[in-house]
């Protein structure tokens, strides 16, 4: 079952892929199973990554061969400037400082790179854009359902991606719908990335990075659609597999 839509590879040769776990009240860290699960079924060796010093950073980089930041909490307006708007939810500054120095870390070994929902929108921070701290509040012109009431598996709004980005290129959809678990989004692209998907009402959805081999962010979340069997998910997360295998072998 999970060799339907993995990679088959030889135990030893599996690409370790990290994956970042979310910091609750400086005391604990917590992850959802379904990103681990999801790269398990597509053939990579998942590894739960905890904030480490800031000159192990770089050690952690050579040692993974992909990474992804998942959701969370909002992110702290002072790393990209701005001072806090009152629909601002909590944040924990040490995590997006760590998470902010472990992307452009990765990239700059041009090592696969997914970040998702919070994971994109640092992604987008990293390189210098901006986020809407609160989309009910700041965003501008008509806004859609961001934030959805119903199980995780229900897609509530529609996106559709771009037809020369990399996305397009493995999922083979253009425009489908969503779930979609977010109040902040991303604002100012920062530049170097370019837009890959946006949702109907025009707020950005996907994002890559036209200057590295395998660098994007995606809002929703299609680890849970994966899960399920659904086929352009999994194209996703095998593609993104087959990229760390590429550099592991690459890299040996």
Known sequence: MFQ????????????V???????????????????????????????IVPIVDEEDIPLLCERLDGLIVTGGGDINPNIYGEEPHIGLGAVYPGSDKYEAELILNFLKLD????????????FNVAFGGTVYQDLEAQYEGTLY????????THR???VKLEEDSLLYKIMKEKEFHVNSFHHQGVKDVAQGLE?????????VEALQSPNHQFAMGIQWHPEEFALQG?????????YFVNECLIDKKQNQ
């Not at 339907?4 to 690409?15: F, M």
């Not at 990290?18 to 060796?45: F, H, K, W």
């Not at 359902?145 to 995780?152: L, N």
């Not at 837009?195 to 707020?203: E, K, Q």
């Open 4 to 15: 339907k839509w993995g990679i088959i590879v030889a135990t030893e040769n599996k690409p």
């Open 17 to 47: 892929i990290g994956i970042t776990a979310r910091v609750e009240e400086d005391q604990m860290y917590s992850l959802d199973p379904v990103y681990a699960n999801a790269i398990l079924r597509a053939g990579g060796l998942p590894l």
């Open 111 to 122: 090592k696969p790179f997914m970040g998702m929902c919070r994971g994109m929108q640092m």
């Open 145 to 152: 359902q961001h934030k959805q009431m119903a199980m995780r």
């Open 156 to 158: 509530t709004h529609s």
């Open 195 to 203: 837009v890959a998907a946006r949702a109907a009402d025009g707020l």
């Open 230 to 238: 659904d086929e352009a998910s999994c194209n996703i997360f095998s």
